[in-house]
């Protein structure tokens, strides 16, 4: 299929029939009576394997899709949210034995006439999911349009790690074998679900260029804008949550182990394009937040902070793993003793094999006080002892 597709002649796009390839198109629509005939009209100039769901329209949409039998119909009896229609014509897709699936909008800013672009990107071997790339910066584009959109990349990037121009167009392209089966969201922000748990299973994300109308005469959109931003900024809020706790931390090990210690210490912390002075400062944070008193949240504070200077996160995280286990009893011991010199407690400890975890407790600030000078300590040596390692190990690469 990829040989076929690479030998599509783009500048013959009105008379390319798609049909033969194991592809098909989904026109999710509610209430666009104005655009909805223009844009199928226009599909069809393209593809017959079209999927339309009517996600409960009360307009003129039923009359509409009447006089065309031959497409794939689902109809909705109340409106249920945009993303309910795109999963249920994700479904009726993947049921029908389709590989891949078109989105497009009915609201008429998309144009039929891009769908080959996103064809002669596919890839069998390495799937990827296409978003068109709209110009946000044109004069009709609503102000609002391109703060959610810039809004929305942010959040897509911290969350995966990859950066886009545009994550909130609806035209797309889904590697149907590969994206996740089951979702949790039935509304806009399923636009987002559905690219951030991709990026989680590995599949490449990617925007390809398209054209874009804003005819304020004839569009008509349905999001609504504290509802939906809500909903969205909840859903944000949950995937980054589960981004710093499982998928990084996830990511992290696992390349550890395809790697091996050995390699993947040579490979991205020696010999990282990152300069020596940024290495160091991200063995500086790991090792402040590991030592510091933030049991049960230091991958996600670490992660935060390192994204947040522009830090190297793999270094980063690595480093403050220092309290692992082993450590421990050390560092509570070298926190409660330097603590002890800045603290003046009711019960000072004695540090033997009499003292008790209830000690502790007692003196909760001298350890608080106490671990925080430690990691300051222990950050400012760890980092400049990286630096001056890196530094010899620069000048020695450089010499052979």
């Known amino acids: ?49 079209i999927i339309v769901v009517n996600d409960g329209s009360t ?35 993947i049921q029908l034995g389709y590989e891949f699936a078109i989105t497009i909008d ?27 790339s ?35 167009s609806g035209f797309r392209l889904y590697p149907l074998k590969y994206i996740p089966k089951n979702y949790f969201t039935t509304k806009f922000e399923f636009e987002i679900e559905v690219i951030v748990r991709s990026a989680w299973k590995g599949i ?11 005819d304020p005469a004839e569009r008509v959109s349905h999001f609504r804008p504290f509802r939906d931003f809500t909903r969205i900024s ?8 589960v981004s710093l706790f499982y998928i990084k931390p996830r990511d992290f090990f696992a390349k550890i182990q395809k790697k091996g210690i050995r390699k993947f210490f040579l490979e991205n912390i020696l010999e990282s394009n990152d300069s020596n002075a940024r290495k160091s400062f991200s063995i500086a944070l790991g ?11 230091q991958s996600i504070i670490v992660l935060f902070l390192a994204v947040l200077f522009n830090l190297n996160k793999a270094i980063s995280f690595a480093f403050s793993n220092v309290s692992f286990p082993p450590f421990i009893p050390f560092i509570i011991y070298g926190s409660l003793k330097i603590g002890g010199y800045f603290i003046q407690s009711a019960k000072p400890l004695i540090f033997d094999s009499s003292m008790t975890f209830s000690d502790v407790q007692v003196n909760i600030t ?35």
């Not at 300051?376 to 190990?393: A, D, K, P, R, V």
């Open 366 to 400: 001298q350890y608080l006080v106490g671990s925080f000078i430690l990691a300051t300590i222990m950050s400012i040596l760890f980092g400049l002892t990286g630096y001056i390692l890196l530094t010899i190990f620069s000048t020695f690469r450089n010499k052979k």
């Open 1 to 49: 299929m990829q040989e076929k597709l690479s030998n599509l002649d783009l500048s013959k796009n009105r008379h390319i029939n798609l049909n033969q390839y194991n592809i098909c198109v989904i026109i999710p629509t509610y209430n666009n009576q104005k655009t909805l005939k223009r844009v199928i009209d226009s599909v069809l100039l393209y593809i017959t394997n």
């Open 204 to 214: 490449h994300v990617k925007n390809i260029p398209i054209k874009v109308l804003y």
């Open 287 to 297: 090792v402040f937040i590991g030592i510091s008193p933030f049991w049960g949240l």
């Open 234 to 241: 909840i859903l944000n809020t949950v995937l980054v949550f």
């Open 134 to 168: 709209r110009n946000m910066m044109q004069e009709a584009v609503p102000k609002k349009s391109s703060f959610g959109n810039k809004f929305s990349n942010f959040w897509f990037w911290f969350e995966t790690g990859n950066r886009l121009e545009d994550t909130q």
């Open 106 to 132: 009915s609201d008429g800013q998309h144009f039929a006439s891009d769908i080959p672009l996103f064809l002669i990107e596919i890839s069998n071997d390495d799937p990827f999911l296409l978003i068109g």
């Open 59 to 93: 307009d003129e949409t039923s009359e509409i899709l009447e006089n065309y039998p031959q497409l794939i119909q689902i109809n909705f009896p109340k409106n249920k949210g945009k993303g309910m229609a795109l999963r249920k014509g994700l479904e009726m897709a």
